[in-house]
């Protein structure tokens, strides 16, 4: 077994009352472990791909041979958006939600004008998502992106297979998996709320180690 699953860093309940207990609990346990389980499935037999890391893999797809490339793309890509998704997020009020800082705040700031304007674009980018997907901040030639993904797609595969294409820093998911026991339909409320778990200490170290 190549790949497990990363422990929450954080209780089930610690990011209410933003994202509830038990979205937390399905999301980690049954759908990222599945993301998991799947990835493991498809690489089985496969040595040289699984002594990789989840983000190499995906950023290559070419070389994963094309009867499993669908399998580890959708795996693959939930494994590493979920991975990071946990990690960027805190409790409300204890590492999660405030203001982004220093070098992160300036280039938000050179790049997007403002932080509401980042979390405008970002809203956007995740509400005209039809169906699953990804929003996401990313660095691309030293510079900061906002830009979406279908399904499972991590920009880290590149234009030519996720339309979209940077090192991602920021993802935040709008499968309806993610927010539909608490938000409904109400996809925006969602996207609204959830800067008050972001967790920008996370972000910026993601930055820094990004550009
Ligand atoms: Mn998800």
Do not use: C
């Amino acid at each position: 077994m190549a790949f497990t699953l990363p422990s929450l860093p954080y209780d089930f309940a610690a990011l209410e009352p933003t994202i509830d207990a038990q979205t937390m609990q399905i999301h980690h346990g049954k759908h990222h472990a599945g993301y998991v389980t799947n990835l493991n499935k498809a690489l089985e037999g496969k040595p040289e791909l699984e002594k990789k890391s989840v983000d190499a893999i995906i950023a290559n797809l070419a070389v994963v041979p094309e009867d499993i490339r669908t399998a580890v793309r959708n795996n693959g890509g939930g494994h590493a958006n979920h991975s990071m998704f946990w990690q960027i997020m805190a409790p409300p009020g204890n590492g999660g939600g405030g203001e982004p800082a220093g070098e992160l705040l300036s280039a938000i700031n050179s790049s997007f004008g403002s932080v509401a304007d980042l979390k405008a674009k970002i809203a956007d980018a995740g509400a005209k998502r039809f169906g699953s997907g990804w929003a996401w901040l990313v660095v691309k030639g030293g510079k900061l992106a906002v830009g979406s993904t279908a399904n499972q797609d991590n920009p880290l595969m590149g234009d030519a297979v996720a339309g979209f294409s940077g090192t991602p820093i920021l993802g935040v998911d709008v499968w309806e998996h993610a927010y539909y026991l608490k938000y409904q339909n109400r996809r925006p409320d969602y996207l609204a709320a959830w800067w008050s778990v972001v967790n920008w200490s996370k972000v910026a170290e993601l930055f820094k180690a990004a550009h």
